[in-house]
């Protein structure tokens, strides 16, 4: 069965620290990975995607890392700032007729001043 | 910048009554998704559509939902009776081509009473 699983659930930090989150997945075939921020009642927003050849990725602040032999990615965030806080989802794009996308739960990440 | 909008925002029905979702994709995208989250929970795929048929859909699409793309524009989700579980948020997505992005809409949140 196609798996995202994402920990920690939640995470709370102090602004202008770092934080990384983590992602494995069993998902067959696979497609692509992204990392999708989304606030509260809000859809997500994408931040990130690799593909099975690419092991980073960075978009600003977000750093992605991808290590596609044993199912894993993690998300970097440097120097939080107070928007920073929200879901951050983990998701994994199956190769098939629809390309559908399979969610994580998610992180959700609270920066206090 | 083109984006995916969706109306109405917030959806208030009382059980066993229809609704419909209705979704304006992004112009000169070629596929179509809808997502729903129901609240607290993770993001679920319930179907794809591409050259104005179902490309996929998940076990949770049955025969309660419909999807249709009735003009060029729009791209709506029909519940014939609703259930107090179909309460959730509904996302609706598109792309432009396979293994692009898909990008999603702000979401109709349906509340069933």
């Known amino acids: 069965k196609n798996q995202v699983e994402q920990s920690p659930q939640s995470l709370i930090i102090l602004e202008g620290k770092n934080c990384t989150l983590q992602?494995?997945?069993?998902?067959?075939?696979?497609?692509?990975l992204r990392w999708y921020k989304q606030d509260t009642g809000r859809g997500p927003v994408s931040l990130t995607i690799?593909?099975?050849?690419?092991n980073t990725k960075s978009n600003g602040r977000y750093t992605a890392t991808l290590d596609a032999d044993t199912k894993q990615s993690s998300l970097h965030i440097t120097a939080s700032q107070l928007s920073d806080s929200a879901s951050y989802i983990c998701?994994?794009?199956?190769?098939?007729?629809?390309?559908?996308?399979?969610f994580g739960s998610g992180t959700r990440l609270l920066v206090r001043p | 910048e083109p984006e995916v909008t969706q109306t109405p925002s917030h959806q208030v029905t009382q059980m066993g009554q229809e609704v419909i979702l209705r979704c304006v994709p992004i112009?000169?995208?070629?596929?179509f998704y809808w997502y729903r989250q129901i609240l607290g929970q993770k993001v679920e795929f319930l179907v794809s559509?591409?050259?104005?048929?179902?490309?996929?859909k998940s076990e949770i699409f049955d025969d309660q939902f419909s999807v249709e793309r009735p003009d060029g524009s729009n791209f709506t989700l029909k519940i014939r009776s609703t259930k107090l579980e179909d309460s959730a948020m509904y996302f609706c997505?598109?792309?432009?081509?396979?293994?692009?992005?898909?990008?999603f809409g702000p979401g109709t949140r349906l509340t069933v009473t």
């Open positions: 559509f591409y050259n104005n048929e179902i490309s996929e």
């Open positions: 998701v994994v794009s199956v190769m098939d007729s629809s390309y559908k996308l399979i």
């Open positions: 992602c494995n997945y069993t998902v067959s075939p696979f497609s692509n």
């Open positions: 690799m593909t099975f050849s690419e």
């Open positions: 112009s000169n995208h070629l596929y």
């Open positions: 997505a598109s792309k432009g081509y396979e293994g692009s992005e898909q990008y």
